[in-house]
């Protein structure tokens, strides 16, 4: 087998390797700083854990060897303008928007979405980055540098965020999880849980919107699709090329994981439907040290990304799985006296949609 190059050295290519070492593949992660020269051989298989990167020696090489996969998509989703365009031209729901022009005015925003308009970077931000409210109660205008690189989107009053993490093969063939369902903190991920019973009636629709994107770009490899949840419909919020921080549940919770499944598909590796286990969560751990006492928790895996700890930084994450719900309620109540504001936010929002 072909060494398969990931470009991003991250938390997500740490994982791809993981994943990969039990099939006996040879995965290499690589820095996006990095200035070496790379030892790619023709057959060699690129893909990526990042939507872009700068431009150095290493990522030169792997950007422009003939089995980067999906390379031609990195641009068209990394950049939120042309993603939109995408979802437009395929019909797919999103909220109402427009990009910001030279001579966008912030009263052409309310006037065009409403009394409350949100600001997205075309490129580049996370985590609550790269975003920016308009509020005509306040007055407030649009920033002179946000003309020319941003959109604009309507504020949507949704009920709940959920996402759907799915693989597409090289012969077309797709598999999907279980709709997740998110909880965003100051516009970070805290933590998700899935499946969900009561969200099984979204499954079929929310897998048809992925499938249309996906096949339209023909795409290889793991993709995941945000959304708002308004009533029984569903709008795209974002997407993202590649294996996805809401999908880490999978880890635990299924018997293939969306790592495992994103390596297979680039590979192609023979992909096959995976077999949910139990009721699975996911809790971020953003900006707080590790704590190996956490680990006297039944059925925690804490997967610690050896990462410099500072504010708002994802630096590892918990997941635990069980079909016992009194277990994860347990769990939860264990992890509530250990984690600091504003956890208790999240565990009270995983405990209150523990089924029954």
Not at 74 to 83: E, G, H, K, V
Not at 209 to 217: F, I, P, R, T, V
Not at 298 to 319: D, F
């Amino acid at each position: 087998m072909s060494t398969i190059w990931v470009l991003g050295a991250g938390q997500l290519g740490a994982m791809l390797k993981h994943a990969a070492t039990p099939l006996g593949l040879d995965v290499r992660p690589v820095d996006i700083e990095s200035t070496d020269t790379l030892p790619l051989s023709a057959d060699d298989i690129v893909t990526a854990e990042r939507e872009e990167w700068p431009k150095t020696n290493a990522t030169e090489q792997l950007a422009t060897h003939s089995n980067f996969v999906n390379l031609s998509t990195f641009p068209q989703l990394a950049d939120r303008l042309t993603q939109k365009k995408w979802l437009d031209k395929l019909e797919l729901a999103t909220a109402p928007w427009f990009p910001i022009e030279q001579d966008s005015t912030s009263n052409h925003c309310y006037n065009t979405l409403g009394e409350k308009v949100l600001l997205k970077r075309r490129r580049g931000g996370y985590d609550g980055k790269g975003q920016f409210w308009l509020k005509q109660s306040e007055g407030t205008q649009v920033p002179e540098d946000w003309k020319g690189h941003a959109i604009a989107e309507q504020a949507i009053n949704f009920d709940e965020e959920v996402s759907l993490v799915g693989v597409r093969g090289k012969n077309g063939e797709s598999f999907f999880y279980p709709l997740t369902l998110n909880l965003h903190i100051n516009g970070i991920l805290y933590a998700s849980i899935a499946p969900l019973d009561r969200l099984t009636h979204l499954q079929t629709k929310a897998e048809a919107m992925l499938s249309k994107l996906m096949e339209a770009l023909d795409y290889v490899g793991v993709m995941a699709m945000e959304c708002f949840r308004l009533g029984d419909d569903l709008l795209i919020n974002e997407l993202a090329p590649r294996v996805h921080n809401s999908g880490h549940w999978t880890q635990a919770g299924a018997s293939v994981n969306q790592f495992e499944n994103h390596i297979r598909a680039v590979a192609g590796l023979p992909l096959a439907k995976a077999e949910v286990k139990n009721l699975s969560m996911m809790v971020n751990l953003i900006g707080v040290p590790v704590n190996y006492d956490w680990l006297s928790t039944e059925g925690l895996e804490l997967y610690w990304y050896n990462k410099s700890v500072r504010p708002g930084r994802k630096v590892g994450h918990i997941n635990m799985c069980s079909g016992h719900i009194d277990k994860l309620n347990t769990a939860l109540t264990e992890l509530d006296a250990q984690l600091p504001e504003p956890y208790q936010e999240a565990i009270k929002w995983l405990k209150a949609n523990l089924p029954g």
